[in-house]
């Protein structure tokens, strides 16, 4: 058994579509699939593309992204709260794990998020710009809502396992970010994820932590948890994404 990750499909991008309804219906069949967020604000989208991956996989596990949870007016709903509970009952309609999951001694679960500031204050350029502020709506400020979901995982937390992979698709630390990035990239950090994660992978002692959202492919170790981002981000983006699946652990074993 092997367990693949990646993050940020973006399948609205007819070639990313193409790469993920592509895989192989035979190579994968013992197999897990962890995607880390982002594939489609079109749940029409989203769920066809569940609906190939159960089929190809022994388990696919999700987490929801930003853009998961945009609002379009095909969406009929008004807060993204609702879209969110939405996706996630059609996703376990398909077969796809959006909580916990148990094999043999190995733990994987995903850690719900959002970004509350904790990174920095938004520029009022990004306060703009930020597509989330205009197409996720929220009844609750962000810092509120960012707790909400920190706390529904807190039944996730307690595990006897010691082999133990977490995901989510923000950023659990501003760290994470490399030193090296262009001044856009920088001013994006007060959206990019929360300080309350890190508590909760630590608690886990998670041996890897999955991320999205950034876009930038890493793999970073704190502590004793290595840190993974493995994005196939948007079509132009060849020279920070790996743009294929990527292979964690196999057969007992992590890979590092």
């Given at each position: 058994?092997?367990?693949?990750?990646?993050?940020?499909l973006?399948?609205?991008?007819?070639?990313?579509k193409?790469?993920f309804?592509?895989?192989?219906?035979?190579d994968?069949?013992?197999?897990?699939?962890?995607?880390?967020?982002?594939i489609?604000?079109?749940?029409?989208?989203?769920?066809?593309?569940?609906?190939?991956?159960v089929?190809?996989?022994?388990?696919?596990?999700?987490v929801?992204?930003?853009h998961?949870l945009w609002i379009t007016?095909?969406?009929n709903i008004?807060?993204s709260w609702?879209k969110m509970q939405q996706?996630?009952h059609l996703?376990?309609?398909e077969?796809?794990?959006t909580t916990?999951?148990?094999i043999?001694e190995?733990y994987i679960?995903?850690?719900?998020?959002?970004?509350?500031?904790?990174?920095?204050?938004?520029?009022s350029?990004?306060?703009?710009?930020w597509q989330?502020?205009k197409?996720?709506?929220?009844e609750e400020?962000?810092?509120?809502?960012?707790?909400?979901l920190i706390?529904?995982?807190?039944?996730s937390?307690?595990?006897?396992?010691?082999?133990v992979?977490?995901f989510s698709h923000?950023?659990p630390?501003a760290t994470?970010?490399?030193t090296?990035?262009?001044?856009?990239?920088?001013?994006?950090l007060p959206?990019?994820?929360?300080q309350?994660?890190?508590?909760?992978?630590?608690?886990?002692e998670?041996?890897?932590?999955?991320?999205g959202?950034?876009?930038l492919n890493?793999?970073?170790?704190?502590g004793?948890?290595?840190?993974?981002?493995?994005a196939?981000g948007?079509?132009?983006?060849?020279?920070i994404s790996r743009?294929?699946?990527l292979?964690?652990?196999?057969?007992g074993?992590?890979?590092?």
């Amino acid at each position: 058994m092997k367990v693949w990750v990646t993050s940020d499909l973006h399948i609205d991008y007819r070639q990313n579509k193409q790469f993920f309804q592509q895989l192989s219906a035979l190579d994968y069949q013992t197999d897990i699939l962890i995607i880390a967020g982002d594939i489609s604000h079109q749940l029409t989208e989203v769920i066809s593309l569940f609906r190939s991956l159960v089929r190809k996989f022994k388990k696919v596990l999700f987490v929801a992204g930003n853009h998961d949870l945009w609002i379009t007016p095909e969406d009929n709903i008004d807060y993204s709260w609702q879209k969110m509970q939405q996706l996630y009952h059609l996703a376990q309609q398909e077969g796809i794990l959006t909580t916990a999951l148990t094999i043999d001694e190995l733990y994987i679960t995903p850690l719900q998020s959002w970004y509350d500031f904790s990174f920095g204050r938004p520029s009022s350029t990004i306060q703009r710009a930020w597509q989330d502020f205009k197409y996720c709506q929220w009844e609750e400020s962000l810092e509120e809502l960012t707790t909400k979901l920190i706390d529904q995982n807190a039944a996730s937390l307690r595990t006897t396992k010691k082999q133990v992979i977490s995901f989510s698709h923000f950023l659990p630390t501003a760290t994470l970010l490399p030193t090296q990035v262009p001044a856009i990239v920088k001013a994006l950090l007060p959206v990019m994820g929360t300080q309350l994660l890190l508590p909760q992978i630590q608690q886990l002692e998670s041996t890897m932590h999955i991320y999205g959202h950034s876009h930038l492919n890493r793999k970073v170790g704190i502590g004793n948890t290595i840190y993974i981002n493995n994005a196939f981000g948007y079509p132009k983006e060849q020279h920070i994404s790996r743009k294929r699946l990527l292979c964690i652990y196999e057969d007992g074993q992590f890979l590092w």
